[in-house]
């Protein structure tokens, strides 16, 4: 089966850079998707198609993508920034959906 | 505004059966792909199933082919999830998410709060 893998946790202190990792064999086939996902909260959509920024998402989120690995960064994290990460993507066939395993991001 | 409301979840046996249903409002519901998504608690996310606008194209999760189905009423702009022969490892929240597109790709924009169904004898 398809996997997307994900660091299980970044740690980052506030004001600092983070960048969250996601890695398969078809993401240069297909695009990626991240959500952040807050305890008890259902997920929203911070980036779509690598790169795009949702309208209402702050600048300091960001998209990238470098052959077989996608990466979320975060610019001058703040406290609120604290939550999980999921990467999300397609097969090759662009048939079915996967997620990662999630990146708990720990703000210090 | 998007609003996806979820609805049905509850406790039920293993081997027995619940019905999920969505209801959505502030856009055109046939325009969108619609998907199920569920988290085991505790547990990352785990995609489920699709459907077309149409209802003529729908894909599952290997993890519940052949006793999950997905459908639609768009007259009622609600979306469904029928489950059957459910087992323990089942127990998750199930969200309701919309699909936004750009040409040939879709992805989740929307989601609902999410009901939870619990697998327990």
């Known amino acids: 089966s398809y996997e997307l893998t994900q660091p299980p946790s970044v740690s980052v202190s506030p004001g600092q850079t983070a960048r969250i990792t996601c890695s398969a064999d078809a993401l240069p086939k297909q695009y990626a998707y991240w959500y952040q996902q807050k305890p008890g909260q259902a997920p929203v959509l911070v980036i779509y198609k690598d790169s795009e920024r949702p309208s209402g998402i702050p600048e300091r989120f960001s998209g990238s993508s470098s052959g077989t690995t996608v990466t979320l960064t975060i610019s001058g994290v703040q406290a609120e920034d604290e939550a999980d990460y999921y990467c999300q993507s397609a097969d090759s066939s662009a048939t079915y959906r996967v997620f990662g395993g999630g990146t708990k991001l720990t703000v210090l | 505004q998007v609003r996806l409301v979820e609805s049905g979840g509850g406790w039920v046996k293993p081997g027995g059966s619940l019905r999920l249903s969505c209801a959505a409002s502030g856009f055109t519901f046939s325009d969108h792909y619609m998907s199920w998504i569920r988290q085991a608690p505790g547990k990352g996310l785990e995609w489920v199933s699709y459907?077309?606008?149409?209802?003529?194209?729908?894909y599952y999760a290997d993890s519940v082919k052949g006793r999950f189905t997905i459908s639609r009423d768009n007259a009622k702009n609600s979306l469904y999830l029928q489950m059957n022969s459910l087992r323990a490892e089942d127990t998750a929240m199930y969200y309701c998410?919309?699909?936004?597109?750009?040409?040939?790709?879709?992805?989740?924009?929307?989601w609902g709060q999410g009901t939870l169904v619990t697998v327990s004898s």
């Open positions: 459907i077309s606008g149409s209802g003529g194209t729908i």
């Open positions: 998410a919309r699909e936004a597109y750009s040409g040939n790709y879709r992805w989740t924009d929307y």
